[in-house]
């Protein structure tokens, strides 16, 4: 575990930063993603992460999110990866997730590669056992559940 994380989980835990996060992490993201073109993501720095490309649900516009994710296997080496739309732990689904049930293929740029993938809405025990996982990667998870009213949806991405 990098020196300092239990610091910003216990600081992402905070209902303040679910207040302030949602208005910087992404636009700092998508400014130093595109100037490094593709290959850093400041919050990649403490989660990985990767640039959603979706169709919006109701738009059909593209939309980019940058998104915190669970690769699976050996960093994101099997071509899977785990989205989590906590939303901070605020009410409400986070838009994303919409687009990707409306629309579930989708791009994502991960470590500066481009790569097309299919979103699947993970339910029932599929769902808890990787709920569970989620959890052991990153604690704060737990946190923001309890906060809302809603099951946090989970997403497994898998290459087309």
């Known amino acids: 575990m990098p020196p300092g994380t239990r610091l910003i989980q ?11 996060a949602p208005h910087f992490i992404p636009a700092m993201d998508r400014a130093v993603h595109r100037l490094t073109r593709g290959k850093v993501m400041l919050s990649a720095q403490m989660l990985p992460g990767v640039i959603l490309t979706a169709k919006g649900a109701k738009s059909g516009l593209p939309r ?6 669970m690769p699976e296997g050996d960093g994101g080496s099997a071509g899977t990866w785990i ?18 049930l409306a629309h579930p293929d989708v791009g994502i740029s991960w470590r500066g590669q481009d790569i097309r993938v299919r979103a699947r809405l993970l339910e029932g025990e599929e769902r808890e056992a990787v709920w569970r996982a989620v959890l052991m990667f990153w ?3 737990a946190t923001y559940q309890t906060r809302v009213d809603r099951q946090i949806r989970l997403f497994r991405l898998e290459r087309r």
Do not use: D, M
Request: glycine share 8%.
């Open 10 to 20: 216990k600081v992402s835990s905070t209902r303040t930063f679910a207040k302030i």
């Open 64 to 69: 980019t999110t940058p998104l915190a994710c």
């Open 83 to 100: 989205l989590i739309g906590s939303n901070f732990g605020r009410p409400g689904h986070p838009a994303w997730t919409a687009n990707l």
């Open 139 to 141: 604690p704060p998870y």
